[in-house]
């Protein structure tokens, strides 16, 4: 593939991935669970910190394997082509398609607020961003990337003048959130935070991109550490700005959380103002996902992993992004936000744990000299740690959604067993490079 992504088109990606439907709706359902709006935006400081560590340490994978695929082309590699294709398998049911169909049940939500309709209708709104994404990425890759990143400089001014709005008018709302809370339920934070990671999924997007990259030693930093920074600043003020807009009895188990603090704020109009954001914001949280998911499936297919079809072919991967889109349609169809939640933030959990691992055998087999990593070893052994004993503690309070997880993991099997491992010496020869 032609190496055409800058940085800048590398970090708009980086936060179109990240900020999606979490960003919007995660804190009602949180703060039901929680009970304290302190203890809400802790697990959004946390989930922002796990997300800062695994981009510094993904940025030295991306450095030392600088190909499209993510954790499929990483695995693969340097560990067997079985564990790669299990993370790309992942990679499609749990981190793209599950996303994608939440960022269009969000766009659903705040459409029907938008227009005074709770409980709304059929989600035909997230299901035409859906087709026009695909469609647009599907074209041309510039085509696709040019409009994804004149969206994301718009999102982002948006967020802020409401950000701004929120902060002017913070008034006994600020006492609600700083109040200390009752009691803490470690379960229950542990579940936040693994949706909240949910919410902050995305930052490792620019390494699915990697053969595409100018110069990727250094622009997979760039893009991925300074976009999850701003994504988290981002974050913060946001869900603060809900939190402290509303009471929290209104908020609490509400996706459109945004909906209601800005009504509260600057009544229907500011309502409808916000709606528009959020749409922009899902609008380009779904055209990112469309651009990076199917390139890893793309990747798969070029080493004999999956059917030859998916291949791109002329640089962009139409057949794969299809896919994709019919995907995310059928859950768009068939789930329901929390559960989506739930299910992909485990799943993305423990796939981006195991990585991280990797990096850490790696790191002690290969030296600095080759796998550069700020904070070795504290840095990536506190992001494995934390975010695999958050999925367990997560598992053991729902063990249905993770049930259903691991099923999915198991599904791989007999899937990578028909598609035939044939291909694993070579992989892991390259990997060896």
């Known amino acids: 593939m032609t190496r055409q992504l800058g940085p800048w088109s590398a970090g708009a990606l980086v936060i179109a991935n990240m900020i999606g439907s979490g960003a919007f709706t995660i804190s009602g359902f949180a703060l039901a669970d929680l009970g304290s709006p302190a203890l809400v935006l802790l697990a959004w400081a946390l989930g922002g910190v796990l997300a800062t560590f695994g981009a510094l340490s993904y940025s030295a994978l991306g450095q030392r394997l600088p190909r499209s695929g993510g954790e499929y082309t990483v695995l693969a590699q340097l560990v067997h082509p079985f564990a790669g294709f299990l993370a790309g398998w992942l990679s499609l049911l749990a981190g793209f398609t599950a996303p994608i ?57 948006g967020i802020a003048v409401f950000i701004a709005i929120g902060a002017a008018h913070a008034g006994p709302g600020v006492a609600q959130v700083l109040a200390p809370p009752a009691s803490l339920d470690f379960g229950a934070l542990a579940t936040t935070v693994v949706w909240v990671s949910f919410a902050y999924s995305g930052w490792n997007a620019a390494i699915y991109v990697a053969s595409e990259l100018r110069d990727p030693a250094r622009n997979l930093t760039r893009s991925l550490v300074g976009s999850t920074l701003l994504v988290m600043v981002a974050y913060l ?57 199917p390139r890893v499936y793309a990747q798969m297919a070029e080493d004999g992993m999956l059917p030859g079809f998916l291949r791109a072919q ?18 768009t169809a068939s789930s329901g936000l929390a559960a989506l939640f739930g299910y992909a933030g485990f799943l993305l959990s423990v796939s981006a744990a195991a990585t991280v691992l990797v990096l850490m055998w ?72």
Do not use: C
């Open 101 to 157: 169909a939440a960022a269009a049940l969000g766009l659903q939500a705040y459409y029907d607020a938008a227009l005074e309709r709770p409980g709304g209708g059929a989600p035909w709104v997230g299901a035409l961003a859906i087709v026009l994404s695909a469609f647009a990425h599907a074209t041309r890759v510039q085509l696709g990337v040019a409009l994804q990143n004149a969206a994301v400089a718009l999102k982002l001014a």
């Open 237 to 293: 003020a946001l869900n603060a700005v809900f939190l402290t807009a509303a009471p929290a009895e209104l908020l609490a188990g509400k996706a459109e959380v945004g909906a209601i603090a800005a009504e509260a704020l600057g009544g229907a109009g500011l309502r409808r103002a916000l709606a528009g954001l959020v749409a922009l914001a899902l609008l380009t949280s779904i055209s990112s996902m469309l651009m990076a998911g």
């Open 314 to 331: 002329g640089g962009v991967p139409r057949v794969a992004i299809a896919l994709q889109a019919v995907l995310a349609l059928v859950v």
């Open 362 to 433: 790696l790191r002690r087999r290969e030296g600095a000299g080759r796998v550069p990593l700020p904070g070795w070893p504290w840095l990536p052994g506190t992001f494995a740690a934390v975010t695999l004993a958050a999925a367990l503690m997560m598992a053991a309070r729902e063990p249905v959604v993770a049930g259903l997880g691991l099923l999915t993991l198991a599904a791989g099997v007999p899937v990578y067993l028909l598609a035939g491992g044939a291909r694993g010496a070579a992989l892991r020869a390259e990997g060896e490079r």
